[in-house]
């Protein structure tokens, strides 16, 4: 299983860790999630297969708070299931900026290395950060630490090709553990040209690992609108538009936006204010792939934007 | 190298070796020429070629890389060298041409071409394969054989696929290649069958000149042929569709400027590109896959055949068929080049048949064979991911940050289109051996 929690006891100390988090940070959003944590608690029994599904739901760019597991409805291969706990989610992220360095990017290496230090200003302490860098190599320029720690950004610089697919997949290959999320931001004109793995492969794998990526596709590379070729599309738009279905599978989504710093703030807040649901499967055999599909069923749903992950691998 | 050592050298005659007893009076020669011969010849040059000529190989090699290298060299080494040959005897004149002809390999591989332009030293190949036509006993030598192996490598390993099949494949040249592309203006010069139907006429049965020409063929539907080729999941990209045949014939005869500037031009020319392959693979590929079945019923050649017409079946997709062609490369060679390629092959093969244990396995082995190769690396990772194992994230981790500081970017793909070019060092050491001094 790709992301269940598997026993009942990481899922409890998980909500434990949540609660005393969030009381110790922010008083009055401590008190909703006490309310809804007691709530849940008394009647939430996690099996060993339970399933973790961040869900993120806005009005517009504005999160949405206050709802709770009755409120969504979730089907696992087409089969309804019972949501049995819904936390507004205060679990420590650990955040991959994943940066496009190629030689499109020569011109703003400057305030890219600005933006990842006001990046890792905006996390908490309890969060974590890493830096990963993308050019015609992919390159962790400093493992997953505390943002309040020195950040050697200073040998960043632009030059040589894209490899951003397989940037991605090894964004996607950091393991949190089962107390903490990860959120990937990737900062790149989208146009892969050195990697070595496929457009599709990138989709797959954001489809099978809970982690939520978002990209921030620089206004400069904006789409070429153009129809598909019959006889394939270039490796690059292929590379593009793959990306942005990797983000949406993933569960997050692509941002057109000129700051850096404006489009990682709106990411982290989005994030930060998501939703945790965890169900228990049943009626659907675990082996194989399960495709999930989230609603919110509240009066104004039909205006309300929700963003999940489209499934996940059975163990 | 067993497919090298295994060839036939039968009824090839030994080439005798330099009389030393005429070196001083061929010397004088040498050093009086420059008064009587216009424009004057080379002393750097007429060195080298006396050095090459007693078989210091080494010396010789060093100077060429030295600061005062091939670039220099590369304008008159023809005339120097013509001059050379011509100044002894008729005895003789064949030993220096197969020299000349042979220190010309060495002086062209390593020149790089300037700003994205063709090959520099493929006209001295040309240059040299005309010396060694016009000098050729009736009865071809092993060192000529070898030259020709070891200069079809270099073109193979510098995109010279035009100069190799001349004008017999023209339907190749056109759909690939650029008619600013001066290679091809060399080609158009060169007779019918070109470069390796010059090899093949003096040793018809050598199973790999035949293969070398299938290749060109091959290489002329392959992606690599795009004017802007990206090294982007090539594998994916070289697959073989069904045309659309009119769609694919309107974009084809797209007009566009060689060298577009903005956007828009640069994706016709792409579109055109494209277009261009999907037609030449539709015309190209059935006689390729033909002449390999036939080539693969020769010991010499087995295991490379095979290996061939199993990837057209991957890019075909008929991913059962690939898979037995590319079990009979594993069963007959140990060639661990011919290995890897198929490693990358049914890792492939493995993974788009959703087979993601396989798949794990096969690129595990690869690893094991080149480590630090991204082109296992990564395809092992998402694989693993894919599992949803829960130990797979903190796998495929190690594997990738295992690869990160590696300096191993080999596109396998890249050298599967590269024809003999990794045996080039295997041909030159035999030409020389061959030369004998």
Known sequence: MGCGLRQSSELIWVLIASALTLVLSDPVAGRAWRIEAARQQAVFHAGVNAVRVDVSVSDGHIPVPGLTSADFSLSDNGVDQSVEAAAIETVPIDVTLLVDTSASTDGVIARFKTAVQRCADLLRPIDRVRLVTVSNRVDEVFPMQRPDRHLPIATMQAGGGTAVNDAMIYAFAWDPGPDRRHLIVAFTDGEDNESTSPPDTVVAVASRVDAVMHVVLADAYAPLQRAPLAAGQTAELASRSAIVDAAKRSGGDVHHVTDAVAAFKEVFDDFRQSYTLYYTPRGVPVPGWHDILVAVRTPNAAHLIVRARKGYAGG | ?437
């Not at chain 2, 030993?95 to 700003?115: E, F, G, I, K, Y």
């Not at chain 2, 539709?282 to 019923?297: E, K, N, Q, W």
Request: charged share 25%; proline share 7%; aromatic share 6%.
């Open chain 2, 1 to 437: 190298m067993p497919v090298a050592s295994g060839l036939s050298t039968s009824g090839v005659r030994r080439l005798p070796v330099r009389a030393p007893r005429l070196a001083a009076p061929l010397l004088a020669v040498i050093l009086c020429a420059p008064l009587l011969a216009a424009p004057t010849p080379s002393a750097r040059i007429l060195d080298l070629l006396n050095r090459y000529d007693h078989g210091d190989y080494q010396g010789s090699l060093a100077e060429l890389d030295g600061p005062n290298g091939r670039e220099k060299l590369r304008t008159t080494y023809a005339e120097t060298a013509e001059f050379w040959i011509g100044a002894t005897d008729r005895d003789l004149a064949w030993r220096r041409t197969l020299v000349a002809a042979s220190l010309a390999l060495d002086v062209a591989r390593d020149l790089r071409p300037v700003r994205g332009g063709p090959w520099p030293g493929a006209p001295l190949i040309v240059w040299a394969c005309d010396q060694l036509r016009r000098h050729a006993p009736p009865t071809p030598v092993a060192a000529e054989r070898w030259w020709y192996l070891a200069s079809i490598a270099e073109l193979e390993a510098h995109d010279g696929w035009p100069l190799l099949i001349g004008r017999k494949d023209a339907l190749a040249l056109a759909l690939s290649v650029s008619p600013d592309n001066s290679l091809q203006r060399l080609a158009e010069r060169e007779d019918e069958g070109g470069h390796v139907g010059y090899a093949s006429a003096r040793f018809p049965d050598e199973p790999r000149f035949t293969l070398a020409e299938i290749e060109a063929r091959e290489q002329a539907t392959a992606l690599l042929a795009e004017p802007v080729v990206t090294a982007t999941a090539l594998l994916a990209r070289d697959a073989i569709r069904p045309p659309e045949m009119a769609e694919l014939q309107r974009l084809a005869a797209a007009a566009v400027a060689f060298a577009p500037q903005s956007r828009e031009d640069q994706q016709t020319l792409r579109d055109r590109a494209v277009a261009r392959l999907s037609l030449a693979r539709a015309s190209l590929l059935p006689d390729v896959a033909r002449d390999l079945g036939a080539l693969a019923r020769l010991d010499e050649v087995r295991a490379e055949a095979e290996l061939h017409l199993g990837y057209l079946d991957v890019r075909k997709q008929a991913w059962t068929a690939a898979q037995t062609h590319l079990d009979r490369v594993t069963r007959g060679t140990d060639d661990p080049h011919l290995l890897s390629l198929t490693d990358y092959f049914d890792g492939w093969i493995a993974q788009n048949l959703g087979d993601h244990e396989s798949a794990i396995e096969i690129y595990r082995r690869a690893l094991s064979r080149t480590p630090g190769a991204r082109w296992a690396s990564w395809p092992l990772a998402s694989q693993l991911l894919m599992t949803g194992r829960s130990d797979a994230r903190s796998d495929a981790r190690a594997v990738l940050n295992a690869t990160l500081t590696s300096r191993d970017d080999t596109e396998p793909l890249l050298a599967y289109y590269s024809g003999d070019a990794w045996r080039l060092p295997e041909y030159l050491g035999q030409l020389r051996a061959a030369l004998g001094h």
